[in-house]
């Protein structure tokens, strides 16, 4: 029987940054990652196989800087835990005893029950399963007619990808807006503007009732208020969103699930066993600001809770927590970059915020008329009672995923409008907005010339 | 006679910003620019003059936020100011009498004394005077070699825009790094890297004698060590730093200067007169973090305290104050952005402090396969004691502009090592690195196994 000091389940993100940061705070330990796959596909590139990228090959997370910091990779699938003896059996290879073990089993994408056709054939998912996105790429290459259900990242990504190829995409999504839970529909209006001007057609307002057809899809039928259409559909895709995968947990007793289905942790990343923590997708989440459960899934939240997990394995750190998920999303359309941070204006109202919101529009470059200025967009949203930054979202050219991580900062620090106001930046003509004009300041005024009225 | 509630000197960055921030915070008052030029170079796109840009004109502060905003623009130049009598005499028309008076006088070039030769012609300078830069365009034009004296962000940026002209240029440094004073050898060696390939002569460790010619420059005399050398050029620029303008502050008997030069104000950008403030290049700046008095001269900071300015005008405010410059660098060259914030290495270790320093390099995509990745590269530097970040340095592709802000507001909000390697951030394949493998926090981690040590 082998034995391991720390067991990391999963190979993932989250898998491969809590085994890095196990082994980087506790050299002495022997850490060993069991995972399924014998390649991992790093999951934020999975939507650019079907489109940028040649093939899966190059979506690869790379072995090298766990082989290099001395991680045992096996691969393997473990089919049950126990608790009581600390030990995993797998099914290729007898079982391996743990001291501490860390669950980043990910998370799985959700084929809703009620979906009628979903067991059709060229009907796909988004998972992160290179075999199956390899199959899924082959044969999507002779389909005409692709329909993506639901425009959050996964979806409005996949569209982008597949409508560079040539295919004719249509993007259906129930609320009102694409992206609806990072974005507001003002600024998601301009995403859903680029995706039209791209040729994709965009069925916001538009619900999924019935994927129809014999063996294979052949269309689908789609609903709008009152009324249905059919469409015709070589293939379908869903991204309905992901449930976490926390089946291997349930061996465990002592650890218990929220409503949502995710693994409960607390700030620490333990679960309630003492010698267990949950990292990634399966790993409860509670909102930074509302304090609710929160059901975001992104590698970057993943990472950040594996450095956390990694680092209190063996000695807690009241200063190495995670206390509350901001949930920091950017992507990029056709070389026009969107971030969101922290609480949608909507959200925000919704939740019960009395806030103040500003938004300012200029150009990513200074003067504009140097090097392809980009037209840049920033939103925040601010407390009116107190002033601090509850969240922003930002349109712009490829400097806006470093912009958005700045409003992450300001909200991490629980920065108000004032420290906004004196805010140091720096400015380039090539690399920034101008200083007289840097779009976080000016959005920030917008704010204050309310906040102060009372 | 003419009265204003607020007068503004200056029409640069800082002048216009301190003008539209009075404007917005006390919309009551009447607020009146002075300054000399019709038109108002953008200053940090001054060096595009020379290449990216076709002509001064692509180069102009726009006026249409200050006539929107309802400030009075007076094209004129004041020729002596009495404290007393809270008066402005213009040279053309008469007096204005103020309520307030905000000097944004800026910084002209310096010219050593020692430097024979300087009154040559074709010898220039570097003004924001876009007549002077306008002629200086027209008569570049025709000459093939050119010497650039002093390696700074002016001197890397006027020689890499002059050599896409077609010019032999050269660039003499008197220290061992471009850039000196804003980044370590290691980083500012990879600019120089970016300048060699680019076909710039690169002269560091060289000082400059003497500039030789009858009436028109025709060589200069460079040193290296002990050796002597007598260089070919048709045009010499002398980038050497520059001075703060307070020829006109000396009329008011109750301003002090320090010993650099810079009028002397306070957290609130208060001179030692309670009705006059001082912004920009003309006002003293300390360290954040050494309190020492600093010569940095930035638009973004000039900006920074013209809103402070302009928003203690009336009312003080302790959460509205500059409690130390940081000075936030950033350029781009041939489209690799450099930045740096804080202390560098070298300075930090010279104040004295006790630090650790942590670097990492990877590439500014994910997979780094995808669209044109860019090598980048981050430098941090944390005090031993403490873990606090006392600067940094970057390298990348068009986000390092956003990525050394990111930096410049970890430095703002005194965030220690602990913070970084928990840090929330958001990731994307086409806009940054990967979350496992994000620049700032592997640096903070090389930083960390130090720190943990003792």
């Excluded at 002495?28 to 399924?36: A, C, G, I, N, P």
């Excluded at 790429?137 to 329909?147: A, P």
């Excluded at 269309?219 to 009324?227: A, F, L, Q």
């Excluded at 106001?421 to 704010?447: C, N, R």
Aim: charged letters at 25%; one cysteine or more.
């Amino acid at each position: 029987m082998k034995s391991t000091d720390v067991l990391v389940i999963g190979g993932s993100a989250a898998g491969l940054a809590s085994a890095l940061a196990s082994k980087s705070h506790y050299p002495e330990k022997s850490v060993t990652l069991v995972r399924l796959e014998t390649k991992v596909a790093i999951p934020c590139g999975i939507p650019y196989i079907f489109g940028t990228l040649e093939n899966t090959d190059q979506d690869i997370l790379p072995d090298g800087g766990l082989i290099k910091s001395g991680v045992e990779i096996v691969i393997d699938e473990v089919i049950s835990l126990s608790g009581e003896t600390k030990t995993a059996t797998l099914k290729g290879a007898g079982e391996i005893v743990y001291d501490k073990l860390i669950l980043a089993t990910g998370s799985r994408p959700v084929v809703p029950g009620w979906l009628k056709g979903a067991e059709l054939e060229n009907v796909y998912t988004v998972p992160k399963d290179l075999v199956y996105l390899d199959a899924m790429k082959k044969k999507l290459e002779s389909k005409k007619n692709i329909v993506v259900i639901g425009a959050g990242f996964i979806g409005i990504e996949m569209s982008d990808e597949l409508k560079k190829t040539g295919k004719n995409v249509s993007l259906v999504e129930l609320q009102s807006n694409v992206l609806p839970l990072a974005f507001d529909p003002d600024v998601a209006s301009e995403a859903e503007t680029i995706l039209k001007e791209r040729g994709i057609n965009v069925l916001t307002d538009h619900g999924v009732k019935e994927i129809l057809g014999k063996e294979q899809v052949e269309s689908i039928k789609i609903t709008h208020g009152d009324k249905e259409e059919i469409m015709e559909a070589d293939a379908v895709i869903l991204s309905m969103g992901y449930a976490p995968n926390v089946d291997l947990a349930r061996d465990l007793e002592d650890i218990t699930f929220n409503r949502d289905g995710f693994i409960k942790v607390d700030e620490y990343m333990r679960t309630d066993h003492a010698d267990v923590f949950a990292v990634g997708d399966c790993a409860e989440k509670r909102d930074f600001f509302t304090r609710k459960r929160s059901k975001a899934m992104l590698a970057s939240i993943a990472c950040a809770e594996a450095r956390v997990a990694g680092m209190n394995l063996y000695k807690l750190s009241t200063l190495k927590t995670i206390s509350g998920t901001i949930a920091i999303f950017s992507t990029a359309l056709n070389g026009t970059g969107f971030g969101a941070a922290g609480l949608t204006e909507t959200l925000a109202r919704k939740e019960g915020f009395d806030i103040i919101v500003g938004k300012f529009e200029g150009v990513d470059r200074h003067p504009g008329m140097l090097n392809k200025p980009h037209k840049q967009i920033v939103k925040l949203i601010a407390g009116r009672e107190n002033g601090i930054i509850l969240g922003g979202e930002v349109m712009g050219g490829s400097s806006a995923g470093e912009l958005i991580n700045i409003i992450g900062l300001i909200i991490q620090n629980k920065m108000n409008i004032n420290s906004l106001l004196t805010l140091q930046i720096g400015t380039h003509p090539m690399l920034t907005a101008s200083p007289a004009a840097y779009p976080l300041t000016k959005a920030a005024e917008v704010i204050a010339k309310e906040f102060w009225k009372h």
